[in-house]
């Protein structure tokens, strides 16, 4: 039987990035291969075909630049550990596994209720229940020792200013010395989601408004990388069909474009 879907407002846009995973994996040329998407997409009870326009193929692109994030990071740290805030239905740890990593994947309990249908803890891989705004997961990531690598991936969008600058700021403080990646939305994005075919579909709505990732610096956050659809990295754009790679960096400088950055700071 199909997993039928219980979840709140925010939470249901997990369902955007898994889908478009899943038709990127059936084009012909995939840049993520992902087809556990595939198997995932058939095995939930939801009309996915709501979803249209360039949230797919952009949540496709985007996980491929934060995949390169902690690539860069297992290169230097083979046994350092990842932590994905607000990990959805993910599937980076069986995509970026190098057999050494320490990996947690957080979630709200509402959204684990659903990844524990299709994914299992295992000896270096562990489910936590819980919110990137509260601190009690942070024991359980702190007490391995080692680098950390701090993710999280069109999550604090939803969230408000205060709240997400009072949060990246308490993770500065608490993980100190190790990397942090997260995604931010100039002014002409969150003004223009109304005119965005998937956010049609579903009630929830970006709120946080982040034009200049350097402005987070004063909170304890150093910008190491800023990257646009534009810019990947080097290894990273050859994974794009051209159609991305050229027609992306023909309209970096648009507002839409040059707006939404994938950032790795150190905290
Ligand atoms: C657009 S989805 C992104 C999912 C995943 N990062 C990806 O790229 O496939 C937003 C995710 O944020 C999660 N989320 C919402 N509020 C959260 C919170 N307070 N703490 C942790 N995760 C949260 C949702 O459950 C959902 O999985």
């Given at each position: 039987m199909k997993a039928?879907?219980?979840?709140?407002?925010?939470?249901?846009?997990?369902?955007?990035?898994?889908?478009?995973?899943?038709?990127d994996a059936a084009a012909n040329r995939s840049v993520l291969a992902d087809t556990r998407a595939i198997e995932l997409v058939d095995a939930i009870d939801y009309d996915f075909t709501r979803f249209t326009g360039p949230s797919l193929p952009g949540s496709v692109l985007r996980a491929s630049i934060f995949d390169q994030y902690v690539r860069d990071f297992l290169a230097d740290h083979p046994d350092g550990t990842v932590v994905d805030l607000g990990c959805g239905l993910s599937t980076r740890f069986d995509r970026l596994d190098n057999g050494s990593v320490r990996w947690f994947d957080l979630d709200l309990p509402d959204t684990m209720a659903l990844r524990r249908r299709f994914f299992t803890d295992s000896e270096r891989y562990t489910m936590i229940d819980g919110s990137i705004f509260d601190e009690d997961w942070?024991?359980?990531?702190?007490?391995?020792?080692?680098?950390?690598?701090?993710?999280?991936?069109?999550?604090?969008?939803?969230?408000?200013?205060?709240?997400?600058?009072?949060?990246?700021?308490?993770?500065?403080?608490?993980?100190?010395?190790?990397?942090?990646?997260?995604?931010?939305?100039?002014?002409?994005?969150?003004?223009?989601?109304?005119?965005?075919?998937?956010?049609?579909?579903?009630?929830?709505?970006?709120?946080?408004?982040?034009?200049?990732?350097?402005?987070?610096?004063?909170?304890?956050?150093?910008?190491?990388?800023?990257?646009?659809?534009?810019?990947?990295?080097?290894?990273?754009?050859?994974?794009w069909p051209w159609k991305y790679r050229l027609g992306l960096a023909a309209i970096g400088f648009t507002p839409m474009v040059s707006g939404y950055r994938m950032n790795l700071f150190t905290a």
């Open positions: 039928k879907i219980e979840l709140g407002d925010v939470q249901e846009t997990l369902l955007i990035p898994l889908y478009g995973r899943a038709r942070y024991e359980a990531v702190a007490e391995r020792g080692g680098p950390v690598f701090l993710l999280s991936e069109a999550v604090l969008l939803y969230f408000a200013r205060e709240e997400v600058e009072d949060v990246l700021g308490r993770l500065a403080r608490r993980f100190g010395g190790n990397r942090l990646a997260v995604d931010t939305g100039g002014r002409f994005m969150m003004g223009h989601q109304d005119q965005n075919p998937v956010f049609r579909s579903i009630p929830a709505r970006m709120q946080w408004v982040c034009d200049d990732p350097r402005t987070l610096e004063p909170i304890g956050l150093r910008l190491l990388e800023s990257r646009t659809f534009a810019h990947p990295q080097k290894a990273v754009a050859g994974t």
